[in-house]
């Protein structure tokens, strides 16, 4: 079971550990007062990196090794220098980061990064030095990439295959899902079967357009993916041949976020959202959609969440399940931090007064 | 030779006070501390070398937006 939950907000990234009574206790808060974008902690909650957005300074990444006591700022994933990149307002920076995973368990010391702009990054020495996939940012379908909510494209989800590291699927706001089967040398699409609600009618289905919120692969069953799509929910049982929408969530089909059962691919998490022109709890009411059998019901999970003229959003990696498929951690917009500890049937509040929530995960 | 002073902001990764450094532009100015501080530069600059966005810098009391801006050779001052 997960020993530690980070919450990556607004104003620093705050440690949380499970003690030995029940539930979670604040245990530390490094970067406070800056937006920390993304975390990522290794199995044994030693190595820790976390990515930083300062705003006037630009990105930042650090990293601990001795599990959050302290940090070093490392070098940051950059764009290669163009010839007069200095006098072309398009050339591309870095502006954000978006993802970061292990490269597998064969490859230790070895991460992908995801940005905004969308773009991959790898790193063979543990974050001490970055390299673009150049195949992924030359791929000719990237010309059709477009910013969904934010200016810039966002690649926002890397699965790393538990049964083959050099396959990869990213996926990317607006620019669907791209596969790599040969650790990053050539990519293809794989998002066939997504539907863009957005697109005139003939190119809804149009691949390379898709805004997928996020992605997920289940670990134990690595041919299902779940996707939360800007316009609904996909689920893939073919390893990435294609798509299939589900319909039947009771709530809503809008949201941002989603978590796969580490152990059961039929069992996924939504937090649904009014649709995208408002985004707001249905009704002020916080609540979970889980599904137990792929998609054909879901249950509406509440008890805990609150009921009442509540505004919280939780953003595409505001949700987190552990190994266990058992904890989970949910955080908002506006503040509030909830877990649960029987797979979503129950939640407690962890606080309601926090800074806006970028990210929360399980280790 | 210009004299550079960074804002406090900026302390942590800056020079803590004002530094000559050589150039005929912001960019070689700037270039001439980042070699000092090379931290610093990702700071002040981004991936293509172009000023941040909200990174403000002043040329004998003038606002300069490029880091191909040229300094003058009096006495001057940046301030970013």
């Known amino acids: ?75 940051v994933p950059s764009f290669p220098k163009i010839e007069g990149g200095d006098k072309d307002a398009k050339a591309p920076a870095v502006s954000a980061i978006w993802a970061m995973e292990w490269a597998g368990r064969d490859r230790p010391g070895a991460l992908w990064l995801g940005t905004a702009p969308a773009a991959l990054f790898y790193s063979a020495d543990n974050g001490a030095s970055w390299t673009l996939n150049e195949a992924l940012w030359n791929l000719p379908t990237r010309a059709k990439w477009m910013g969904g909510g934010t200016v810039d494209t966002a690649l926002h989800s890397i699965c790393v295959d538990p049964r083959k590291s050099e396959r990869v699927a990213v996926a990317v706001s607006c620019g669907g899902v791209t596969l790599t089967e040969d650790g990053g040398q050539s990519w293809r699409v794989a998002g066939h079967g997504l539907r863009a609600e957005f697109m005139p009618p ?5 691949p390379d357009v898709q805004d997928a919120h996020l992605m997920v692969q289940c670990p134990a069953a690595p041919n299902v993916y779940w996707i939360q799509h800007h316009n609904g929910i996909f689920r893939c049982t073919d390893n990435l041949k294609s798509w299939q929408e589900i319909d039947t969530a009771p709530v ?29 709890p249905a009704d002020g009411k916080v609540v979970v959609q889980r599904t137990r059998d792929g998609g054909k019901t879901f249950d509406v999970l509440r008890r805990g969440l609150p009921q009442d003229n509540a505004f919280d959003l939780v953003y595409r990696h505001g949700l987190a399940v552990d190994a266990t498929g058992e904890r989970l951690a949910m955080g908002s917009t506006t503040g509030s931090v909830w877990t649960s500890d029987n797979g979503g049937d129950d939640w407690s509040l962890l606080s309601a007064n926090l800074p806006p929530v970028n990210a929360v995960r399980l280790f | 030779m210009a004299k550079v002073i960074f804002t406090s902001h900026l302390r942590s990764v800056a020079p803590g006070g004002a530094v000559d450094a050589s150039g005929g532009s912001v960019g070689e100015a700037l270039a001439a501390v980042f070699a000092e501080y090379p931290q610093l530069r990702g700071y002040v600059l981004d991936d293509q070398d172009r000023l941040r966005l909200h990174i403000a810098v002043f040329v004998d009391g003038v606002h ?14 940046n301030f970013i």
């Open chain 1, 1 to 75: 079971m997960a020993e530690r939950l980070y919450v990556a907000s607004r104003k620093g990234l705050l440690i949380y550990e499970r003690g030995a009574k029940a539930g979670w206790r604040h245990a530390s808060t490094a970067f406070i007062g800056s937006p920390v974008t993304m975390v990522l902690a290794s199995p044994d909650n030693r190595t820790i990196f976390a990515g930083l957005n300062l705003g006037h300074f630009g990105t930042k990444l650090h990293r601990s090794t001795d599990g959050g006591a302290s940090w070093t700022e490392m070098p």
């Open chain 1, 202 to 206: 003939d190119q809804q289905f149009d």
């Open chain 1, 252 to 280: 809503s089909r809008f949201g941002f976020a989603v978590a796969v059962h580490p152990k059961d691919a039929s069992t996924a998490w939504f937090v649904p959202a009014v649709k995208d022109e408002q985004r707001y």
């Open chain 2, 64 to 77: 300069v937006r490029k880091t191909h801006s040229n300094i003058r050779w009096a006495p001057a001052a």
